[in-house]
C-alpha cells in the first residue's frame, strides 16, 4: 500500500493572523484565462483581464521566493487554467528550484486538458502531486459541463500522469444537484479503480454564472456521504494534505474520499493558506475581500523584496477569522473562482 503524504510540518514563519493560525501555504491563480468555462465557475461569455494586469512569470517567481524565505512551505499554482499560460513550465522549472530552500511540495490544480502532452515535464519540475478536476465520466455531459472541454482529453492526460510517475492524483468534483449528483458512486468507482483520492466540492458563491440557481443546484456533502455510504464502507481517518478536505479510506483500497463542505462544515478556524489572484492581489480569505495590492509593491519598487516581505507581513493583520457563504446569493462573492485560484 502506498504510504499517503503527510501534511508538511511548517517552518518557523512571521506569517501568523490575529487567530494564532499559521499560514504556511500559498496558491497562485498564475492566469483568470482557461480553455474551459465550467458552468459553476464561469458565465458562458467572460471578459479575461488585460495581459498587463496579470502578474509576469517573473513576478510570479519572485513571489514564491519571498513567500518561501517567510516559511510558505507549500506552493499550489492554479487559475484559470495555468496549463495553458504560455512558458508555464518555466515557472514550475523557478518555484521547483525554490525546494533547495525550504519549499516542502510544490502542487498543481489543473483541468487536466494539457497534461497529456506537459505531465513528464512538470514530473522534471518538481510538482509533486496534481489535483484535476472532473466532474462527470460522461462525454456528453462533460461537454454541457465544461461548456468547451472534451472528456477523453482528459482522461488520457490522468493516464500521461500516471505514467509520468505521479503517485498520488486527486480528482476534484463540483456536485451540482440535476447536473452530476446521480454519479457520485460511478466518480468514486473510477477514482478507487485507477488508484486516485477524490474530492467532492460543495459549490461556492463566486462571481455572476447564467447556468444555474445555486441554491437549487446545492448538494450537500452529507448527501454525498449518504450516497457513497450505500455503496462504499467509508473509514473515517485524521489524514490531511494540507487544505480543507477531510478524508475518507475505503478499507481495502488505495483511494481517499475526501469532502471540501464550505456550506455544510465550515473549515476556517484551521485556515493556513492565502491566495494571489491572477492580478496579484493578495487574498487572505478564499470567501471575503480583505486583500493587499502586491501586484503595486512589485511594480512601484522592483527588486525590493524587503518590501514586498513587509507588506506580506503586515497582511496577516487583516486575514479574517472565516467566510460566511450564504445560500442565495446575499454574500456572493463578486470576483469569480478562475480569478481568485481554487
Ligand atoms: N482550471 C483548473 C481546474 O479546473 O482544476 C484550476 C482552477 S479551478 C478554479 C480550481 C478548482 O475550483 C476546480 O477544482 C474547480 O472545480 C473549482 N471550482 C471552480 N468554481 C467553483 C465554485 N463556484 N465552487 C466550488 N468549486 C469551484
Ligand atoms: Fe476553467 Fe477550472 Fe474554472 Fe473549469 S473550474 S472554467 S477548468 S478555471
Request: proline letters at 4%; aromatic letters at 6%.
Given at each position: 500500500m502506498q504510504v499517503p503524504p503527510r501534511e508538511?510540518?511548517?517552518?518557523?514563519?512571521?506569517?501568523?493572523?490575529?487567530?494564532?493560525?499559521?499560514?504556511?501555504?500559498?496558491?497562485?491563480?498564475?492566469?483568470d484565462r482557461c480553455d474551459?468555462?465550467?458552468?459553476?465557475?464561469?458565465?458562458?461569455?467572460?471578459?479575461?483581464?488585460?495581459?498587463?494586469r496579470v502578474l509576469t512569470l517573473e513576478e510570479l517567481a519572485m513571489l514564491g521566493r519571498t513567500f518561501v524565505e517567510l516559511g510558505a512551505s507549500k506552493i499550489r499554482v492554479t487559475g484559470g487554467e495555468p496549463l495553458v499560460r504560455r512558458n508555464i513550465l518555466w515557472l514550475f522549472q523557478e518555484l521547483g528550484q525554490l525546494r533547495e530552500r525550504g519549499l516542502a511540495e510544490l502542487v498543481l490544480t489543473t483541468?487536466?486538458?494539457?497534461?497529456?502532452?506537459?505531465?513528464?515535464?512538470?514530473?522534471?519540475?518538481?510538482?509533486?502531486?496534481?489535483?484535476?478536476?472532473?466532474?462527470?465520466?460522461?462525454?456528453?455531459?462533460?461537454?454541457?459541463?465544461t461548456r468547451a472541454g472534451e472528456l477523453d482529453a482528459v482522461l488520457r492526460g490522468i493516464r500521461a500522469a500516471r505514467a509520468a510517475g505521479f503517485q498520488r492524483l486527486k480528482l476534484?468534483?463540483?456536485?451540482?444537484?440535476?447536473?452530476?449528483?446521480?454519479?457520485?458512486?460511478?466518480?468514486?468507482?473510477?477514482?478507487?479503480?485507477?488508484g486516485l483520492d477524490i474530492s467532492y466540492i460543495e459549490e461556492m458563491p463566486f462571481g455572476a454564472i447564467n447556468d444555474h440557481d445555486r441554491t437549487e443546484a446545492y448538494y450537500s456533502s452529507d448527501a454525498i456521504r449518504a450516497d457513497l455510504e450505500g455503496v462504499f464502507v467509508l473509514?473515517?481517518?485524521?489524514?490531511?494534505?494540507?487544505?480543507?478536505?477531510?478524508?475518507?479510506?475505503?478499507?481495502?483500497?488505495?483511494?481517499r474520499i475526501g469532502f471540501i463542505s464550505p456550506h455544510s462544515h465550515n473549515f476556517c478556524d484551521a485556515c493556513n493558506r492565502v491566495r494571489v489572484s491572477a492580478e496579484g492581489r493578495l487574498l487572505l480569505c478564499l470567501g471575503q475581500e480583505h486583500s493587499v495590492d502586491l501586484r503595486h509593491v512589485l511594480r512601484a519598487h522592483p527588486g525590493d523584496r524587503e518590501r514586498l516581505k513587509q507588506a506580506i507581513v503586515a497582511a496577516m493583520a487583516i486575514k479574517p477569522r472565516g467566510h460566511d457563504f450564504l445560500l442565495g446569493g446575499q454574500t456572493a462573492i463578486p470576483r469569480h473562482m478562475n480569478h481568485t485560484g481554487g
Amino acid at each position: 500500500m502506498q504510504v499517503p503524504p503527510r501534511e508538511s510540518k511548517p517552518a518557523a514563519t512571521p506569517l501568523i493572523d490575529r487567530f494564532g493560525r499559521r499560514v504556511h501555504y500559498v496558491r497562485f491563480s498564475v492566469t483568470d484565462r482557461c480553455d474551459f468555462r465550467c458552468v459553476y465557475c464561469m458565465s458562458e461569455r467572460m471578459t479575461f483581464l488585460p495581459r498587463a494586469r496579470v502578474l509576469t512569470l517573473e513576478e510570479l517567481a519572485m513571489l514564491g521566493r519571498t513567500f518561501v524565505e517567510l516559511g510558505a512551505s507549500k506552493i499550489r499554482v492554479t487559475g484559470g487554467e495555468p496549463l495553458v499560460r504560455r512558458n508555464i513550465l518555466w515557472l514550475f522549472q523557478e518555484l521547483g528550484q525554490l525546494r533547495e530552500r525550504g519549499l516542502a511540495e510544490l502542487v498543481l490544480t489543473t483541468n487536466g486538458s494539457q497534461l497529456e502532452r506537459m505531465a513528464a515535464d512538470l514530473k522534471a519540475a518538481g510538482v509533486a502531486r496534481i489535483n484535476i478536476s472532473l466532474d462527470t465520466l460522461d462525454p456528453a455531459r462533460f461537454r454541457r459541463m465544461t461548456r468547451a472541454g472534451e472528456l477523453d482529453a482528459v482522461l488520457r492526460g490522468i493516464r500521461a500522469a500516471r505514467a509520468a510517475g505521479f503517485q498520488r492524483l486527486k480528482l476534484n468534483a463540483v456536485i451540482l444537484k440535476g447536473r452530476n449528483h446521480d454519479e457520485v458512486t460511478s466518480l468514486a468507482r473510477f477514482a478507487i479503480e485507477n488508484g486516485l483520492d477524490i474530492s467532492y466540492i460543495e459549490e461556492m458563491p463566486f462571481g455572476a454564472i447564467n447556468d444555474h440557481d445555486r441554491t437549487e443546484a446545492y448538494y450537500s456533502s452529507d448527501a454525498i456521504r449518504a450516497d457513497l455510504e450505500g455503496v462504499f464502507v467509508l473509514a473515517p481517518t485524521t489524514e490531511s494534505t494540507g487544505g480543507p478536505a477531510r478524508y475518507y479510506r475505503v478499507p481495502g483500497t488505495d483511494s481517499r474520499i475526501g469532502f471540501i463542505s464550505p456550506h455544510s462544515h465550515n473549515f476556517c478556524d484551521a485556515c493556513n493558506r492565502v491566495r494571489v489572484s491572477a492580478e496579484g492581489r493578495l487574498l487572505l480569505c478564499l470567501g471575503q475581500e480583505h486583500s493587499v495590492d502586491l501586484r503595486h509593491v512589485l511594480r512601484a519598487h522592483p527588486g525590493d523584496r524587503e518590501r514586498l516581505k513587509q507588506a506580506i507581513v503586515a497582511a496577516m493583520a487583516i486575514k479574517p477569522r472565516g467566510h460566511d457563504f450564504l445560500l442565495g446569493g446575499q454574500t456572493a462573492i463578486p470576483r469569480h473562482m478562475n480569478h481568485t485560484g481554487g
